[in-house]
């Protein structure tokens, strides 16, 4: 813009030489006025020549450098919306596996950059009726993206037909839906009671201080139970550890069917081992959840590298 300026004032001082470089010497009127004509005519031509060049110079620079504002603007931090997750992550599912009268499977929500936000299992509202009346059990594979984020391999679905009892109290017909750290080829030969593996606990600090060794399984491995049960109090939900062979094996929020049919709305903490034999994002809370298709959530998130 200056440049455009410092020409413009150049211009008008040779048009004033060009009319007083003789102010001695006398002119016919007529003439001088043909001759300031012709000046302003070749001053405004030459004006235009470099005007228009100047001002595309400078709208140029101008729009080069909005876009190279835009282009750097710090990236909004993305928040987590379970209303439509795709939006923020990226969300990949496992295969669909007959449940009831309809189906449960697996997701993972993760970052672009392969950080979990969300794992967990979503069950049609059809798979919580027409539900088997002995136990039964699951198994539930994760996408392979899941495997690659998380250490979880596989979860355990398990339909408690009858519900069974907890310290002090009892729970009701429930699922148990166990995301197991280990290969479920290893799973499966975990070996019923009194196997002595089931019986070697991992070292101090590799558990909650607040959970104890319960009860041994086949195919599952040792219970682990909080201590906040309430004697004679029924429990619709609670977060249940397991243990195997000295390693931490899984984690299971357990849920009662009526609770979950009825879409009610958990997001609990629960307390968090102070030691972890392997490194990798742990999760640090459960949530149970519909959505506005009538879809029901157990889910794990909030996830901390350890």
Not at 87 to 112: L, Q, W
Not at 156 to 185: K, Q, Y
Request: net charge positive; charged share 15%.
């Amino acid at each position: 813009m200056m440049f455009l300026i410092i020409m413009l004032c150049l211009q008008k001082k040779k048009t004033k030489n060009l009319l007083y470089r003789r102010p001695f010497q006398k002119v016919n009127s007529n003439l001088f006025l043909t001759i300031k004509f012709n000046i302003m005519k070749s001053s405004i031509k030459l004006s235009a020549k470099w005007l228009l060049p100047l001002c595309l110079t400078f709208l140029t620079f101008i729009s080069c450098k909005k876009e190279y504002t835009l282009k750097n603007e710090p990236t909004k931090t993305a928040t987590l919306n379970r209303s439509d997750p795709e939006t923020m992550y990226n969300t990949f599912k496992g295969p669909e596996v007959a449940v009831g009268n309809g189906y449960a499977r697996t997701f993972i929500m993760r970052s672009h950059t392969g950080v979990p936000q969300e794992l967990g299992v979503v069950f049609t509202d059809e798979a919580l009726s027409g539900l088997p009346a002995t136990n039964t059990p699951y198994v539930l594979d994760f996408h392979p993206k899941a495997l690659e984020s998380t250490l979880f391999q596989h979860v355990a679905l398990g339909w408690s037909a009858n519900g069974h009892p907890l310290p002090g109290t009892f729970i009701a017909s429930h699922f148990d839906v166990r995301f197991f750290m280990m290969g479920l080829e290893d799973r499966l030969a975990i070996p019923p009671p009194p196997a002595p593996a089931l019986y070697v606990l991992p070292p101090t600090g590799h558990m909650p201080v607040n959970y104890f060794s319960d009860v041994p399984g086949s195919l599952i491995g040792m219970h682990w139970t909080d201590k906040s049960f309430v004697a004679g109090v029924p429990v619709d939900y609670t977060m249940i550890l397991g243990s195997y062979n000295g390693k931490f094996t899984f984690i299971s929020p357990i849920v009662t069917r009526t609770t979950l049919a009825n879409g009610a709305n958990v997001l609990l903490p629960w307390t968090q081992p102070q030691l972890f034999a392997d490194h990798g994002y742990y999760p640090t809370r459960y949530n149970i959840y519909a959505d506005d298709k009538n879809q029901h959530y157990v889910t794990l998130s909030d996830f901390v590298w350890r």
